[in-house]
């Protein structure tokens, strides 16, 4: 079957306002940038994203987080997006932090039909106890909190239940694919994406490569097709198009092997985003 569609605006259109999400990409790296952008020309809002993170102020989600179209997110990262912070702190934004092997495995569940399962991580904390603020009003009081969880003795240690994550669409991208939705990864960029590609109901994957059926080694295939409704194949300057996430630049007199130190923030307003990262992270 051949799963492959002419455009990004026809494999994002049947997406609509409230839809949930299942996005691929560690930081800018691996993400359905294509996709994304046209989503966002789309025009479907109140998403509810479950990704790692949620890009920058300028790529990845946060083209969508600008523009007011994400009403929830699930992930582990957020750290990076100064508009994320202000509109969580601000109560436009209900947010449900997840411990990143925590969210890996439940996508994973998710794809596996594993309603739930335990895990040791976060016993003891409020992950497990709950009352960690997923939404704020406007005063940035807490109006909705995150329940306490189950928790077990296995073998005279305790461990919390996690429930799987499952979404209606996942929006993922693969460094090479074939028109049976076969897809091949290139290393960090294979974190997330396949894990999100398995929870989504239905799964768009944007390829740099496309190949015919038969060209893709079995054993090289990450991710078998059958996790895959839709294949988009970028063009050339789509597929160069990569974002670097935080760019490092060495000191004129510093060795190559020198601690590097970053370029300055040239956005307005470059305010340090460290305290209400800490503040979003309590």
């Given at each position: 079957m051949d799963k492959t569609v002419g455009s990004a605006a026809e494999a994002v259109a049947a997406i609509p306002d409230g839809a949930s999400l299942a996005v691929g990409g560690f930081g800018l790296c691996g993400i359905p940038s294509t996709l994304i952008e046209a989503l966002h020309?789309?025009?479907?809002s109140g998403?509810?994203?479950?990704?790692?993170?949620?890009?920058?102020?300028?790529?990845?989600?946060?083209?969508?987080?600008?523009?007011?179209r994400i009403a929830?997110?699930?992930?582990?990262?957020?750290g990076e997006n100064k508009e994320f912070?202000?509109?969580?702190?601000t109560g436009e934004l209900e947010v449900e932090l997840v411990p990143q092997?925590?969210?890996?495995e439940r996508l994973r569940a998710g794809g596996c039909g594993i309603p739930a399962f335990y895990t040791p991580a976060g016993v003891g904390t409020p992950l497990a106890?709950?009352?960690?603020?997923?939404?704020?009003?406007?005063e940035g009081g807490v109006l909705v909190a995150s329940p306490v969880k189950e928790t077990r003795d296995f073998d005279r240690a305790t461990y919390v239940l996690e429930h799987a994550l499952t979404c209606d669409f996942a929006l993922v991208r693969a460094a090479k694919g074939d028109r049976h939705g076969n897809l091949v990864f290139e290393k960090s960029a294979r974190n997330f994406n396949p894990l999100a590609a398995m929870a989504g109901a239905v799964t768009l994957a944007e390829v740099e490569e496309l190949v015919e059926p038969g060209e893709l080694d079995p054993d090289e295939i990450h991710l078998p097709g059958v996790f895959v409704q839709h294949v988009l194949a970028l063009t050339p300057e789509q597929a160069a198009e990569k974002h670097i996430e935080r760019r490092t630049v060495s000191a004129p007199d510093e060795t190559p092997y020198a601690t590097p130190v970053s370029a300055p923030d040239t956005t307005p307003d470059a305010t340090p985003v460290s305290a209400p990262r800490e503040r979003v992270g309590a």
């Open positions: 020309a789309q025009g479907a998403l509810r994203v479950v990704s790692n993170n949620c890009g920058t102020d300028a790529h990845g989600l946060g083209v969508l987080l600008g523009a007011g929830r997110v699930t992930g582990s990262y957020v912070a202000r509109q969580y702190l092997g925590t969210l890996a106890e709950g009352g960690i603020p997923w939404r704020h009003d406007r």
